[in-house]
């Protein structure tokens, strides 16, 4: 690793059934992580079972055929553990913070909630009330009601673009056959990376995984739908003191060759203090607290955006100067963003392998996008890679796709959808 002490290359054996075990060792740790990432979340759904994923994950802890669910927490926190769940759109992971004598128990815990769950229907009939709430809870949030409205503008009509946490009407009707079937036909050995990291010994954890899922299914199920990125205009009228905005075009996929380059465009038109949209738009102009982009990628497609939250009356001028500045870096990069922009980036992937879990997390990534580890050396080399005129013409294919936009809030300053477009009409290329 540079700049570091160099780490022992990761090892992954594949089981008969198609499981991938990996592991990370992690000289000089006293603890371990591990976890399964599978690769199935909200776009993997039929319409009628939105959040099903989401609703799957939180009952895998709610009683095996072994365990009580208080039995599962028990057990775990007595050996020192940390045990947690979560649902996206192209995975559902568990993982465990551990003890390194605890695999055993690890192993043995992750197979028992993913291979024999009761799905008791009291427990589910709580799980379901418990979800109903988590999604009003985000109701109330403006920001996470303006990012799921940003991506159903983004992806009409195709799972991509419903929200992880489905509706309550379709939550509340979710029976446990259906999570069941659900479960054994997405939940196979070729869609899942048992990955682990930290003072792990490989061929023993290849023979614990092997023990205790020897009982999955192998066979994949189908691959979900090909995303097709559309863009379009959606508000959500609300009485609040600001408006909150995301604006976004089409972004890269994971395996794009513009992914690193879409990167660097985030972090130098929104990635930090230094960055074009935080000096100009609230240093210089101050017409907004927070003023970001991102960048997000699926293994087909990817988003681009910016969020701010700013007043219902400055909300255009929000807009105008974000065109004026991704328009900017279109033309040209200068030496000195770039310069910072890979620094931040460098520190940005190094302190995230600082912990196990990270590490764990990355090498489970690694697979299920790419299909091999990837080292840190050869991600800072592509990073490394990537010149101002790459970054210019991230820009251009940014602009080039139709834009998004959503807003919950005072809606009255956001221009047209026309409006919009013509804002962001594709640049002629300048020197980069």
Same mark, same amino acid.
């Given at each position: 690793?540079?700049?570091?002490m160099?780490?022992?290359?990761p090892?992954?054996t594949t089981l008969?059934s198609?499981?991938?075990?990996?592991?990370?060792?992690?000289?000089?740790?006293?603890t /371990?992580a591990?976890?399964?990432w599978?690769?199935?979340g909200?776009?993997n759904?039929?319409e009628e079972r939105?959040?099903?994923s989401?609703?799957?994950?939180h009952?895998?802890?709610? =009683?095996t055929?072994?365990?009580?669910?208080r039995q599962l927490a028990?057990e775990? !926190?007595?050996?020192g /553990?940390? +045990?947690?769940?979560y649902?996206g759109?192209e995975?559902?992971?568990?993982?465990?913070r551990?003890?390194?004598g605890?695999?055993?128990?690890?192993v %043995?815990?992750l197979?028992?909630i993913?291979l024999?769950?009761?799905?008791?229907d009291?427990?589910l009939a709580? !799980?379901?009330?418990?979800?109903i709430q988590e999604?009003? !809870?985000?109701?109330d949030?403006?920001?996470?009601?303006?990012?799921?409205?940003f991506?159903?503008?983004?992806?009409? %009509?195709?799972p991509?673009g419903r929200?992880?946490?489905?509706?309550?009407?379709?939550v509340s009707?979710?029976?446990r056959?259906?999570?069941?079937a659900?479960m054994?036909q997405?939940?196979?050995g070729? /869609?899942?990376?048992l990955?682990?990291?930290?003072d792990?010994?490989h061929?023993?954890?290849?023979?614990l995984a092997?023990?205790?899922?020897?009982?999955?299914?192998s066979?994949?199920s189908?691959a979900?739908?090909p995303?097709h990125?559309h863009?379009?205009?959606?508000g959500?009228?609300?009485?609040?003191?600001?408006?909150?905005l995301?604006l976004g075009?089409? =972004?890269a $996929?994971?395996?794009d060759?513009d992914?690193?380059? +879409?990167?660097?465009?985030s972090?130098?038109?929104?990635?930090?203090l230094?960055?074009?949209l935080?000096?100009e738009? &609230?240093?210089?102009r101050?017409?907004?607290?927070?003023?970001h982009?991102?960048?997000?990628?699926?293994?087909?497609?990817?988003?681009?955006g910016v969020?701010a939250?700013t007043?219902?009356? %400055?909300?255009?001028?929000?807009i105008?100067?974000?065109?004026?500045q991704?328009?900017g870096?279109?033309?040209?990069?200068?030496?000195?963003?770039?310069?910072?922009a890979?620094?931040?980036a460098?520190s940005?992937l190094? +302190?995230?392998l600082e912990s196990?879990a990270?590490?764990?997390?990355?090498? /489970?990534h690694?697979?299920?996008?790419h299909g091999?580890?990837i080292?840190?050396?050869?991600?800072?080399?592509r990073?490394a890679?990537? %010149?101002?005129? $790459?970054?210019?013409r991230?820009?251009r &294919?940014?602009?080039?796709?139709p834009?998004?936009l959503?807003?919950?809030?005072p809606l009255?300053?956001l221009?047209?959808?026309?409006s919009?477009?013509?804002l962001f009409?594709t640049?002629?290329a300048?020197?980069?």
């Amino acid at each position: 690793m540079s700049g570091a002490m160099a780490l022992p290359k990761p090892v992954v054996t594949t089981l008969p059934s198609g499981l991938r075990v990996a592991s990370q060792a992690v000289p000089g740790t006293r603890t /371990a992580a591990i976890g399964v990432w599978v690769h199935t979340g909200a776009r993997n759904e039929p319409e009628e079972r939105n959040g099903i994923s989401h609703l799957l994950e939180h009952m895998a802890f709610k =009683g095996t055929t072994r365990r009580t669910a208080r039995q599962l927490a028990e057990e775990v !926190e007595s050996a020192g /553990a940390y +045990m947690n769940a979560y649902t996206g759109r192209e995975e559902t992971a568990y993982h465990l913070r551990i003890l390194p004598g605890a695999f055993p128990l690890a192993v %043995d815990v992750l197979s028992d909630i993913l291979l024999n769950p009761t799905f008791a229907d009291e427990e589910l009939a709580r !799980e379901r009330s418990v979800i109903i709430q988590e999604i009003g !809870e985000a109701r109330d949030n403006p920001a996470d009601i303006v990012f799921d409205r940003f991506q159903t503008c983004a992806f009409p %009509d195709q799972p991509l673009g419903r929200p992880i946490l489905g509706t309550p009407e379709i939550v509340s009707g979710i029976e446990r056959d259906t999570l069941l079937a659900y479960m054994h036909q997405h939940y196979r050995g070729e /869609a899942m990376v048992l990955a682990a990291a930290g003072d792990v010994d490989h061929e023993a954890l290849v023979d614990l995984a092997a023990a205790a899922f020897a009982n999955i299914g192998s066979d994949r199920s189908e691959a979900p739908a090909p995303a097709h990125y559309h863009g379009g205009v959606g508000g959500v009228p609300r009485d609040l003191e600001q408006t909150h905005l995301v604006l976004g075009f089409e =972004g890269a $996929a994971y395996a794009d060759p513009d992914f690193y380059a +879409m990167t660097m465009f985030s972090a130098i038109l929104g990635g930090g203090l230094s960055s074009r949209l935080f000096q100009e738009v &609230r240093e210089k102009r101050g017409l907004a607290y927070d003023i970001h982009s991102f960048s997000s990628s699926f293994h087909d497609s990817g988003i681009f955006g910016v969020y701010a939250g700013t007043a219902e009356q %400055d909300a255009g001028e929000v807009i105008r100067h974000t065109a004026e500045q991704i328009h900017g870096v279109a033309g040209r990069v200068r030496p000195e963003e770039l310069d910072r922009a890979m620094a931040q980036a460098r520190s940005g992937l190094l +302190m995230g392998l600082e912990s196990c879990a990270g590490q764990a997390e990355a090498l /489970a990534h690694q697979l299920r996008i790419h299909g091999r580890p990837i080292s840190v050396d050869e991600h800072l080399q592509r990073l490394a890679a990537v %010149d101002r005129p $790459a970054v210019s013409r991230a820009a251009r &294919r940014v602009l080039a796709s139709p834009p998004t936009l959503s807003a919950v809030g005072p809606l009255d300053g956001l221009p047209s959808e026309g409006s919009l477009r013509s804002l962001f009409g594709t640049p002629t290329a300048g020197a980069a």
